[in-house]
């Protein structure tokens, strides 16, 4: 009777759980999970941690990396919000406008043109996509891919949230892959998965259900 009751809660615990991500917008764009092997792989990078209540999300509202002239401010799985050290850039309308400038886009670049800064959105969160770093070795973490969505350009700036139960460290360098795309590295505990094993002890036929359970919430 105890074995059951314990089931039950786990059961209860994991719908909970699983209706929480899905009606929780940041929470659901930063949700990734893969089988691999006997193992599921979770990553909830924008859920709270010990240190980060946040999860991967900047507490300052945006990261910032600069690099040979050019600037970049994002934020993972949300908006960007700036109390402080806004973006000062021209060509902000599609990314707060000038009053506002990076509080209505995920990702904002800056380069010099002509003695000015000159900003383009190249990430909304809206347009995020997650996958394995490595696909041999997803303990090793996640990339986030978020695009612009616009017709006229396609930018985009990757993430790449490489698991440290250390810490935060980063972002220190700025890559540009092509003419409107660009990328970046993050180490942080949140890039860590909840790894959970489908003969693992004490699991059992639960293990299986969480993982049914996982696939309908994420294809369903």
Known sequence: MAIRDDYMRKCVLLLTILYLMKFDS???VCQFGVLHGNNLYNFSLASPISNYPHGVLSEDGFYK???NGTV???QLCDGMVFNHDPPGCYGCQDCGGSSHCGMGCSA???NQLGGY???TTIGRSSNTNINLIDEKNPSMGVTVRMSSGSRLTNCSLSV???CDSNGLQGPNSLDRLGTCEYSTVLRHPSGCAKIISRHGRGWGWFSTLLIMLFLIW???
């Open 65 to 67: 990396v600069a690099e």
């Open 108 to 110: 904002l670049i800056a």
């Open 26 to 28: 940041v929470v659901s």
């Open 72 to 74: 970049l401010w994002f």
């Open 117 to 119: 800064y000159i900003c």
């Open 160 to 162: 790449s949230v490489v």
């Open 218 to 220: 994420k294809f369903g």
